[in-house]
């Protein structure tokens, strides 16, 4: 149904979940947003974090929300999300946290009537089941799932896939650089200054997982490449996905406190192997393969010129082939990590969702 001539667009109500690194910056991009189209296209209804959450249906200032965290008597509870978005209208929720509670509700949500966005990928990247369950409740509650976050954090991959295949295409393999913290890593690291130390530079410029480990294991990158794989049609569960991780097993088994003081374990092991790549004129990168319903991850050497070794800072490189990218493939490349391109993402699936709603 069209708008009536001079009807203004109704208004989405949101409750973003997680003010941290991602989080924060999506209140900071709503509040540099006062007064603008975008800004009058939603209303900031909630705000939690795991410790205390703030409601207001009259609306909260994305720059006071913080604040009103923090003096909020309110404990963060998952089910007042529904209670704060209320019956009726557009209503979104925007994931930015990395729990699996909350993304266990996301099918719940979906299947009530609520619009879901998230730079979270264990709704859609972790087991088949939990993925298809989404997938049933978007058509159970004729309700959107926005996950251009997801992967790349939010470079235009997800949607070629979804374009490519819309227009008639089969996809035929994909490869490439998914993580922007390994990216980054093996872009800094010259054999010289301890990869440890710059891990922590990554996690403290808000790279990495909430947990470093999540990105050097290869889990962050298995969960990007199922999405990918299970957007291009090839359904593979998580265990489908062959991972070699660089995270040594004493650094596995440690609590997330006491893991900064033990990441020099990572040196020597990455040391010796940037000196075997250094002496045969290779590049060390991070490499997530998709091909022949076959998925690996690991880390590879690859000569300085091939088309994979490429990019710079945190750069995601992906090669999409496909039937009319059939030899030479498609290639997407931009930053693939941080906050602010991660929050423009996640507000370009919100208000991709306030104009769908308005049509
Ligand atoms: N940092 C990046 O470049 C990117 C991150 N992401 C994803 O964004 C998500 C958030 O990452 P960060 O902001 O770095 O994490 P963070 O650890 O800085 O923040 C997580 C936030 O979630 C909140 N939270 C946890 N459980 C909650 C619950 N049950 N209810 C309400 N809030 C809850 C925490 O209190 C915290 O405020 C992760 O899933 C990550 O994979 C996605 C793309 C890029
Ligand atoms: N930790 C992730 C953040 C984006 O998803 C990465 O390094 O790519």
Avoid at 40 to 59: C, E, I, M, P, Y
């Amino acid at each position: 149904m069209g708008l009536a001539p001079h009807a203004p667009p109704a208004v989405a109500r949101v409750a973003l979940l997680g003010t941290g690194t991602v989080g924060s910056a999506v209140l900071a991009r709503l509040a540099s947003w006062h007064g603008t189209t975008q800004a009058g296209r939603l209303s900031l209804v909630h705000v939690a974090n795991t410790r205390q959450s703030a409601s207001d249906r009259a609306g909260l200032l994305p720059g006071d929300a913080v604040q009103r965290l923090a003096l909020a008597p309110q404990h963060s509870a998952l089910e007042q999300v529904e209670a704060a978005l209320g019956n009726e209208g557009a209503r979104i929720v925007i994931d930015a946290t990395a729990s699996e509670a909350v993304a266990d509700r996301h099918a719940h949500w979906l299947a009530r009537g609520l619009h879901v966005v998230t730079a979270c990928k264990i709704g859609q990247g972790t087991s088949l089941s939990r993925w298809r369950a989404i997938r049933a409740a978007t058509l159970a509650g004729d309700t959107r799932y926005g996950d251009s976050a997801t992967v790349g954090a939010g470079l235009p991959l997800l949607r070629s896939l979804r374009e490519l295949q819309s227009g008639g295409d089969r996809i035929h393999a994909i490869a490439g650089v998914l993580s922007g913290s390994l990216a980054w890593l093996f872009n800094q690291y010259d054999g010289m200054r301890p990869f440890s130390a710059l891990v922590r530079q990554a996690r403290d410029a808000g790279y990495t997982e909430p947990d470093p480990r999540d990105d050097l294991s290869g889990e962050d990158v298995r969960r990007k490449l199922l999405i990918l794989a299970r957007s291009a049609g090839v359904e593979l569960d998580a265990g489908d996905v062959e991972v070699t991780s660089l995270v040594p097993p004493e650094l596995a088994i440690l609590s997330r406190d006491s893991l900064d003081g033990a990441l020099p374990a990572l040196d020597a092991p990455l040391r010796r192997r940037f000196a075997e790549a250094y002496k045969r004129g290779e590049r060390l990168r991070f490499i997530a393969r998709l091909q022949d319903g076959r998925a690996r991850v690991g880390l590879e050497a690859l000569p300085f010129d091939h088309p994979l070794a490429g990019g710079a800072g945190t750069d995601n490189r992906v090669a999409i082939w496909s039937d009319r990218y059939r030899t030479q493939p498609l290639v997407i490349q931009g930053p693939g990590a941080g906050a602010e391109v991660t929050a423009a993402g996640l507000l370009d699936d919100v208000l991709k969702i306030c104009r769908a709603t308005d049509e």
